[in-house]
C-alpha cells in the first residue's frame, strides 16, 4: 500500500514539475516578445524623432520666410506713404 502512495506521490512531484517547466516556457515566450516589442518601439521612436526634427525645421524655415515677407510688406506700405504725401 505504501507503494502506491509514493508512486501517487511522484506522479503528483513529476506533474508539478511539468507545471513549473511549461510556466517557465510561456515566461521565456513572453520576454521574447516584450524584447521584439520594444525594438519596434525604438525603431518607431527613432523615425518619428527623425521626422519631428524634420518638422521642426521647416516650421522654422517658414517662420523666416513669414518674418521676411512682413519686412517686404511694411516696406512697400513706407514708399506708398511717401508717394502720397508727396501728391
Known amino acids: 500500500m505504501l507503494y502506491y502512495v509514493l508512486i501517487g506521490l511522484c506522479f503528483s512531484l513529476v506533474g508539478v514539475a511539468g507545471l513549473q517547466l511549461m510556466y517557465l516556457f510561456y515566461l521565456d515566450r513572453i520576454d521574447r516578445e ?13 523615425d518619428l524623432q527623425s521626422k519631428l526634427s524634420a518638422s521642426r525645421l521647416l516650421i522654422e524655415e517658414q517662420k523666416e520666410r513669414i518674418e521676411d515677407l512682413e519686412v517686404l510688406n511694411n516696406r ?10 508727396e501728391n
Open 34 to 46: 516584450r524584447k521584439k516589442r520594444l525594438s519596434e518601439l525604438e525603431h518607431r521612436c527613432s
Open 76 to 85: 512697400s506700405e513706407e514708399v506708398w506713404a511717401d508717394v502720397l504725401e
